[in-house]
Antibody
């Protein structure tokens, strides 16, 4: 059974870069036909889709993040990463990483809270 | 980008049927996915591709479509079904995903 664990600084200063890592166990992040995604949820608000890596070799991002977001994969460490630049208080949220497939496969980490504050 | 509209809240008594709608504002309509989200927990996919149920999801969860509106139906609602439910769909070119605003299901 695949397990995902998000990690990274819980506090980031405004205008700096938020960097998170999703460590995957029980599966290979580059094999099969799956999407590895990031979503987030600000406190008291709804879910927001950030972006995803497709194992067949594509990256997709939510246009609302414009050029601030980068998702990358480290196959040697079996990790998915998220970088969000020029953060503001509006980026304070719980960030989740997940794996999804075309037949209802869906696995998510427990999430990590990132607070943007000086 | 597509917009998905959900009612902010739905309330039902235990054993009743809850229906949560998701209306897409653009055509062609893409498949809709439904997620259950409880506080402090990871999201759970309960319906994919409009009406397919993932392995392990109880049969009381079902999905249906009518035009540009997709409905999540929970039959025989249990107290444990109280949660926020989000629909999600790809954009018209299937390059990114959008969530609806979410519906809080209250089991009275």
């Amino acid at each position: 059974q695949v397990q995902l664990q998000e990690s990274g600084p819980g506090l980031v200063k405004p205008s700096e870069t938020l960097s998170l890592t999703c460590t995957v166990s029980g599966d290979s992040i580059t094999s099969g036909n799956y999407y590895w995604s990031w979503i987030r949820q600000p406190a008291g608000k709804g879910l927001e889709w950030i972006g995803r890596f497709y194992t067949r070799g594509s990256l997709n991002y939510n246009p609302s993040f414009k050029s601030r977001v980068t998702i990358s994969v480290d196959a040697s460490r079996n990790q998915l990463s998220l970088q969000l630049t020029s953060v503001t208080a509006a980026d304070t949220a719980v960030y989740f990483c997940g794996k999804e497939g075309g037949y209802g496969e869906s696995y998510w980490g427990q999430g990590t809270l990132v607070t943007v504050s000086s | 980008s597509p917009e998905l509209t959900q009612p902010p809240s739905v309330s039902v008594s235990p054993g009743q049927t809850a229906r949560i709608t998701c209306s897409a504002d653009s055509l062609p309509r893409q498949y809709v996915y439904w997620y259950q989200k409880k506080p402090g927990q990871a999201p759970v996919l309960v319906i994919y591709k409009d009406s397919e149920r993932p392995s392990g999801i109880p049969e009381r969860f079902s999905g249906s479509t009518s035009g540009t509106t997709v409905t999540l139906t929970i039959s025989g609602v249990l107290a444990e079904d109280e949660a926020d439910y989000y629909c999600q769909s790809p954009d018209s070119s299937n390059t990114y995903r959008v969530f609806g605003g979410g519906t809080k299901l209250t089991v009275l």
